[in-house]
């Protein structure tokens, strides 16, 4: 009865969670540099009477590069990532087969850190010693707190965030693609990118568990904040 009611109720309830964190983490870094930096540059050439077809080819420019560049630190990061793991898997390896003992003292200890008896982990312990790709398993995930890392990861991650860069990028040259007068662009582009930035930020803050509200109001005011600067500096160093 009691097996039958506890299928039931897995049954009713039904776990809703988001999967796919790293991939929304590097859409994330993509498309908040994407939209910042761009419109920083535009807003900067912008403020030194720099023409539309001028401030549109150092930004194509500059989201290309910065496309690469972002994608590239991704990749890396991955990479380091994943080069980790196998470093610690080897190391991990060797002391099973070096220092059984003292490994099975760490299974035992990490056991009884969740509160488990040691009549309890015992049988654990000696399950474990007989199958040690089971053992290895258990000590990169409790121990060290590792997960295997998809081998696809890297590529992955650069691919996304250069997506994402470019379409972020994108969006605050628009209006200096159709717009030849640069004081009407620039205007265009900050009312454009800020409601990009708006709606970024608030997805953001959704698929992270912050308050959309909150996070769209930051977004925006860093990007508000960034173009600014940019302007304002090319301001001074013209006049």
């Known amino acids: ?134 053992w290895l398993d258990f000590m990169m995930k409790f121990e060290l707190g590792l997960e295997k890392p998809d081998p696809k990861r890297a590529f992955q991650s650069a691919f996304t965030i250069a997506i994402a860069y470019v379409v972020g990028g994108l969006v605050p040259l628009l209006p200096y693609m159709f717009i030849p007068t640069v004081t009407k662009a620039v205007l265009a582009s900050v009312v454009l990118t800020l409601m990009a930035l708006l709606i970024f930020g608030y997805a953001k803050g959704r698929f992270t568990g912050n308050r959309p509200f909150k996070s769209a109001f930051e977004t925006a005011l860093i990007g508000a904040l960034a173009s600014a600067a940019a302007f304002g500096m090319a301001k001074a160093i013209q006049g």
């Open 1 to 134: 009865m009691a097996g039958e009611l506890d299928k039931s109720l897995l049954n009713e309830h039904k776990e809703k969670h988001f999967t796919a964190g790293e991939v929304v983490r590097d859409i994330i870094i993509g498309v908040s540099d994407g939209l910042t930096v761009p419109f920083a540059l535009a807003a900067g050439l912008s403020g030194a009477n720099a023409s539309s077809a001028v401030i549109l080819t150092a930004g194509v420019a500059e989201v290309a590069a910065g496309a690469i560049s972002m994608g590239l630190g991704g990749y890396l990061a991955a990479k380091s990532e994943a080069d980790h793991y196998m470093r610690e898997l080897k190391r991990e390896q060797e002391e099973i087969i070096a220092v059984p003992d003292t490994e099975a003292a760490e299974v035992a200890e990490i056991l009884a850190d969740y509160g488990i008896l040691p009549h309890e982990y015992t049988p654990v312990v000696n399950a474990l010693r007989k199958n040690p790709k089971a």
